[in-house]
């Protein structure tokens, strides 16, 4: 019987009639037939009893009714918010279906709390729920738990209450005393803890006992690493202390990251330590985790054998990128043919010592290089790849050379493009970048048509290459919605980015469709989020809805926008959820998802102060603007959340953790001196740096809010240890050991503080001074000294400490560099990785590199040009003019991603090279993937031949190559028709010396790239335009006439 059809009345008296004359079990399966626009009102209607057969029906067959998700969650949300109010014994019924609730269901809960049916249920149900599930129910238990019950409670609350209580609100479970904690550890463990509920147990428990055994540490675990390190430190006489050290090495092993004077008190002060020869390979390999911390001296005192014996456990540590040089054996190795056996260490293997190799034993090794994170480095890539691509037999070696495949010169793939075509199934499954594969979808095109006609999805991961014409006739050739719908399901499959010229083709080419609104969840998120916002904001409700459900699931490619799109798209979608009046409540919060930090400050302020206390920790892991970080300090100030920062403990300090870089210098100044403790720092520091490396904060502060964040961590180490004096009672200023420069950050320590560390602590962190972006050039003037001092004079400097030296080697003067022996591509790219060089360090830093290799500049290969990096703009035009063409295009991939400083006229030198025969041949040839391939060296063009590029060649010029064309070239090579053909990224990306060397009409043409959908031109790029906020009828009339004479789809010009 087909249940669709009937009306809502109509179901309900065919269901009543069911029971009447029916077996049960028939008339059961029917409600799970309800479509689920019925489901809500025919359940209301349903009586108690059926309630409960449905229910009992569903559990013992979920798993072949295989219920969709929205069916799931309305049932639960009905059954919910009716029957449960009369009978709360329903509860267990209920249970198979509570991991469909949503958190405003479950908040949603009426008062059955104390019914201890109701709780059982729950707790045994935790397990399977969401973290936010979890959590959600425990705010709903907090009703019946306030503090005072909490405090008044039996010792055996936790045990008695159950997993619910893991997941109360900190703000009630900050009140759980020492021994109720203690009796319900097992309890706590079992469930998934904050780190700041972690925190509170580990300090109230250790802090508060005194003589915790063995067993007490046994059953903390872990959560034994995150006490006061003086609080484990008081047990080093007693025999409970070797299980805390193997607590704490257990801690390093997993990756926790833990105060410096715990790690070395308990770990590496340890006599066996002193002389690296006389450990066991054993012992060796049982350290293995910390050998990264012992630091380059250490390593350097291990012997071969005792590193060959222990490669089994060395192979997953991660070194740093200097530390596996100094200490591999290399010879040792490939003598004795033990080059798989190395492992991720062979990326400490000289690009030397690789291009020696076969290419059996580079392929052999290759997995294993591909392992370590991040990976072999640019030089050791370009090696290898160029190496083994230079065999026809490439082609067969797809599985093993695919890790490389990103990072191979376009150079080396171009003469295999026929071979890999007639390999297409195997190639078509490989991660190919955007420009490799352009390059054999062309190849395609010019030898198997048909292919691409009649099986175009079979292409696989060569499909990211497809061009414009061609991807806009497959959409023709087919334009149902099903058949557009497998295209787009195709590009969202694809292996990476895909090119904004792709995604723009797309847009451009779908938005004419009729059924444009619903392929909306089909675009995906990268391909919706290149929409302009003036597409955006015509959006209906629903439609923005499910852009917001969209970016809230795959949040990467909202927070690899732009600043200023970010904040119009969600304006946009804040005014349609209009949450411009009243607070801006946990809902509305939780709905934006990543996107809420970035609506309009005055949306911001108004934040639900309950919902922010009680979810700093969500809220910390979050992206916040200059201007968000200064409303959250002054919310974290207000009575209704911490007060003033004098009335703080050591609860709140760990409640606001890296927020506290939030505050201004002036009221940080005011947190009591004997809070801030140097572990707390370093735990302040650590938090950070977790934050920065994780997927949110690694793509969300620009440069000008690391720098700020910098120097409020140096301002609050340095007033808290002693070393501004500000307070008389601040502490004596301490030395700092390496360690601590690894949990906070060199560039945070007084210049005095880090000369007065002793020579071998020094030594075992001059690697990571070197590599610290924020280090001043007074810090970097004061370390270059003491490394002369411990090394001699800069002339006796060793490869390895070259390496290490890093940005710190800006203050060598040209004389200084010239002496220098940049004898190892590792040396030549520790230093060219350096960007602020002036002109005569570069040109004497080139020489010496010709110097110290022996060659001359038609000598340097691929590799070694690779390892220059900004090195290169220190070659006259003389010296570019003779480098070996192919090589220098073999290493564009790298050289084009770095904004050189290099003068018009050695970038021009360089574009002649990349024209040879060999090399990409004449420019009027090059289509787009060559200039994706070239980066900001297509900066170099020729005039004429930059005016006469077409909208192909445009395409492939990167934002950063847009910004680096002296202005008025810019002017004078870029028509308006040109310029109206620029992506949104590449508009963005003109600078204002560019802009105002612009004529009236190319400066509208570049507004209608970036705001056609406004009166005036936003600023997108934190610059303006020039434009006046009215235009004068000039360019009112220049622009109607463009409108006549260019061509204008209706993305650009809505509406025509």
């Known amino acids: 019987m087909a249940i669709d059809y009937f009306s809502n009345d109509a179901l309900v008296f065919f269901l009543s009639f069911c029971w009447t004359h029916f077996f049960v079990c028939s008339c059961v399966q029917e409600y799970f037939r309800i479509p689920v626009s019925s489901l809500s ?66 908040q949603a809960l009426p008062s059955l709390q104390n019914d201890i049916n109701v709780r059982e249920t729950i707790n045994r149900h935790l397990a399977r729920m969401t973290l936010d599930q979890r959590r959600a129910f425990g705010m709903w238990h907090s009703r019946v738990m306030p503090p005072s019950l909490i405090i008044r409670g039996k010792q055996s609350l936790i045990r008695d ?251 080396s793939v171009l003469p295999r493009t026929q071979l890999l075509v007639n390999n297409i199934t195997t190639a078509s499954t490989k991660p190919w970048n955007t420009q490799q594969a352009k390059a054999i979808f062309k190849e395609v095109l010019d030898t198997k048509p048909n292919l691409i006609e009649l099986n175009f999805l079979s292409l696989g991961t060569v499909g990211q290459g497809v061009s414009c014409k061609v991807l806009q006739e497959r959409f023709r050739a087919d334009s149902s919605v099903s058949s557009v719908r497998r295209i787009l399901a195709f590009l969202r499959q694809q292996p990476g980015p895909l090119h904004t010229s792709l995604k723009k083709c797309v847009i451009e080419e779908l938005y004419q469709f009729e059924f444009f609104s619903e392929l909306l969840k089909d675009l995906g998120a990268e391909i919706a989020l290149s929409m302009p916002v003036s597409t955006i904001k015509k959006f209906p409700t629903d439609m923005m809805d499910t852009l917001r459900k969209m970016i809230v699931q795959d949040r990467l490619h909202f927070l690899l926008l732009s600043r200023t799109k970010q904040e119009l798209l969600v304006d946009r979608m804040v005014q349609r959820m209009g949450m411009y009046t009243g607070v801006f409540t946990e809902e509305e919060f939780r709905s934006l998802g990543i996107m809420a930090p970035f609506v309009a400050d005055e949306v911001f302020i108004k934040l639900d102060r309950s919902f922010f206390i009680d979810n700093l920790d969500f809220l910390q892991g979050l992206c916040y603007s200059s201007s968000k970080m200064d409303i959250v300090a002054r919310i974290l100030l ?283 041949g004449p420019m009027s040839s090059w289509g787009t993937a060559v200039f994706i391939e070239i980066g900001v060296l297509a900066a170099g063009l020729p005039d004429m031949a930059m005016s006469a590029l077409v909208n192909e060649q445009i395409e492939g010029i990167t934002p950063a190559a847009v910004s680096m064309i002296p202005p008025d070239k810019f002017a004078v090579v870029f028509h308006q028709r040109q310029i109206s053909m620029f992506s949104y990224e590449q508009a963005a990306a003109v600078t204002d010396e560019q802009l105002s060397a612009l004529s009236d009409v190319q400066r509208t043409a570049l507004a209608m790239v970036l705001t056609p959908w406004e009166d005036r031109p936003v600023n997108f790029r934190g610059k303006s335009l020039g434009l006046a906020l009215s235009h004068s009828p000039l360019c009112l009339i220049l622009g109607l006439l463009m409108l006549l004479l260019l061509p204008c789809p209706d993305l650009i010009c809505p509406g025509t």
């Open 638 to 920: 207000e009575p209704a959340a911490f007060g003033p920062v004098n009335n703080w403990n050591q609860t709140t300090l760990s409640q606001v953790d890296r927020f506290l870089f939030f505050l201004p210098n002036n009221k940080l100044q005011e947190i009591s001196l004997a809070l801030m403790t140097v572990g707390r720092i370093e735990r302040l520091f650590m938090s950070q740096h977790r934050w920065q490396r994780g997927n949110v904060g690694i793509h969300c502060s620009d440069e000008n809010e690391r720098q700020r964040l910098s120097e409020k961590q140096q301002f609050v180490l340095q007033f808290f240890l002693g070393f501004l004096k500000i307070h008389p009672l601040s502490p004596t200023p301490m030395v700092p050991t390496c360690e601590i420069l690894h949990t906070t950050a060199p560039s945070a320590w007084t210049s005095n503080s880090l000369l007065s560390m002793s020579s071998l602590a020094f030594s075992n962190c001059l690697e990571l001074m070197g590599h610290d972006p924020f280090l001043a050039f007074y810090q970097r003037s004061s370390v270059l000294k003491k490394v002369k001092q411990i090394y001699g004079p800069v002339s006796s400097f060793s490869q390895s400490v070259i390496s290490q030296l890093g940005g710190i080697a800006i203050e060598l003067s040209p004389e200084e560099l010239s002496s220098l022996r940049l004898t190892e591509r590792s040396s030549i790219a520790a230093l060219s990785a350096v960007r602020a060089w002036s002109n005569r360090q570069l040109s004497a830093l080139f020489t010496t590199v010709l110097n110290s290799t022996e060659q001359s500049p038609s000598q340097l290969d691929s590799s070694t040009l690779v390892a220059m990096g900004y090195i290169v703009c220190g070659a006259q035009t003389t010296e570019i003019n003779s480098f070996n063409a192919v090589e220098f295009s073999k290493a564009v991939l790298w050289l084009g991603q770095l904004r050189l400083s290099c003068s018009e006229e050695q970038l021009l030198a360089f574009v002649g090279l990349l024209t040879h025969r060999l090399a990409f």
């Open 41 to 106: 009102s025919v359940l209301n209607a349903a009586h108690i009893n059926t309630v409960r057969l449905i229910l009992q029906y569903y559990s013992g067959n979920k798993d072949t009714l295989k219920l969709p998700d929205e069916y799931l969650s309305t049932m639960v949300s009905v059954l919910l918010q009716t029957p449960l109010v009369k009978v709360g014994s329903l509860f267990p019924e209920l249970a198979p279906l509570l991991p469909a609730a949503s958190l405003a269901d479950i």
């Open 161 to 411: 209450t159950g997993n619910l209580i893991a997941y109360l609100p900190f703000n009630n479970f900050q009140h759980l005393s020492s021994a109720q904690l203690l009796d319900g550890l097992d309890v706590l463990q079992r469930n998934t803890l904050t780190s700041l509920k972690q925190e509170f147990v580990a300090h109230s428990l250790i802090g508060t006992y005194r003589n915790l055994t063995a067993r007490d540490f046994t059953r903390l675990g872990n959560l034994s690493c995150l006490a006061d390190p003086e609080d484990l430190l008081m047990y080093k006489s007693t025999k409970v202390f070797s299980v805390i050290r193997d607590i704490v090495m257990n801690c390093t092993r997993e990756g926790l990251s833990l105060p410096s004077h715990l790690i070395s008190s308990v770990l590496l002060n340890s006599a066996e330590l002193k002389i690296p020869s006389l450990l066991s390979s054993d012992r060796l390999a049982e350290l293995g985790h910390l050998l990264p911390l012992l630091g380059v001296t250490f390593l350097q005192g291990l012997t071969p054998s005792q590193l060959l014996a222990a490669l089994p456990a060395l192979v997953s540590v991660s070194f740093s990128p200097v530390q596996p040089h100094t200490f591999l054996p290399s010879a040792q190795l490939t003598a004795q043919g033990q080059l798989q056996k190395i492992g991720s260490l062979i990326v400490g293997m000289k690009t030397e010592t690789l291009l020696t190799l076969t290419s059996d034993r580079l392929l052999s090794s290759l997995p294993a290089m591909a392992q370590r994170k991040p990976g072999l480095s640019p030089p050791q890539v370009n090696a290898v790849s160029t190496k083994l691509w230079g065999f026809p037999e490439v082609v067969r070696w797809l599985d093993e050379v695919e890790p490389l495949l990103l990072r191979t010169p376009l150079l």
